[in-house]
């Protein structure tokens, strides 16, 4: 999946040579047949520079699947966690399927989709395509290398944000220090045992136009643990 931006509006302005004018004799025909090559040359060159994403390039592919799945996610979790909830009153089956089908939190949701189309899913994608620039080869020390920084700088980043993210719409920044500190590390290294392993297998197997999927769906998993700290 690549960017959708500014960049690809480029190949609409490769007009051919020679269109637009008067005549069509065979020295000018025999002209173009000589630029062809050198056009071909030319378009070979600038066709990596087209794949590089740049900061106005807004990836709304991969956003799109970020929020789709951040909203999986946290609709399973808030399931499971009023199934859990009504497990413990002891309702009968009738009600129990009313209550857990109800009172969903669309605003929390919400929350959830927003963080992933504007925040999580464009700068993952950012991040993979740096370390990509960075370190193109598919090496050990590449693979470690990716891992280690994606654990140590990435997933920091990420907890920080969405941390952030939620207080700043529930209107709770200044609550913001003691949720870092009661539970930011927690948090972390919980992810360290799961983001790990999905890390190696998401930069030793997965393509590069799919990795933010990849992570996004895996995020689903965690997602558990990761709404239910933030509901706390």
Request: with cysteine; proline share 5%; hydrophobic share 40%.
């Amino acid at each position: 999946m690549g960017a959708i931006g500014f960049g690809s509006l480029g190949d609409w302005w490769n007009f051919p040579s020679g269109v637009g004018d008067g005549g069509c004799g065979r020295n000018r025909g025999h002209r173009r047949r000589h630029r062809k090559p050198s056009s071909s040359s030319s378009g070979s060159v600038n066709l990596p520079q087209r794949r590089v994403w740049h900061p106005f390039e807004f990836p709304v592919k991969q956003a799109t699947v970020a929020a789709f799945l951040a909203l999986s996610g946290d609709t399973i979790a808030q399931l499971r966690n009023r199934i859990a909830d009504q497990s413990q009153d002891q309702l009968d089956g009738s009600q129990k399927e009313s209550s857990v089908w109800s009172n969903h939190d669309w605003l929390r949701s919400l929350r959830m989709v927003s963080y992933g189309f504007l925040l999580y899913g464009p700068g993952s994608y950012a991040w993979y395509q740096l370390l990509d620039q960075y370190m193109p080869e598919q090496t050990f020390f590449t693979i470690s290398t990716k891992v280690l920084l994606n654990q140590i700088v990435l997933g920091p980043c990420v907890i920080a944000v969405i941390f952030a993210w939620n207080n700043f719409w529930l209107g709770k920044l200044s609550e913001l220090p003691q949720k870092y500190q009661k539970d930011a590390l927690p948090t972390l290294l919980y992810g360290f045992r799961f983001w790990i392993p999905v890390s190696i297998l998401n930069f030793g197997v997965i393509p590069l136009a799919a990795r933010v999927a990849f992570m996004s769906t895996c995020s689903i998993f965690w997602n558990f643990y990761l709404s239910t700290t933030m509901s706390r």
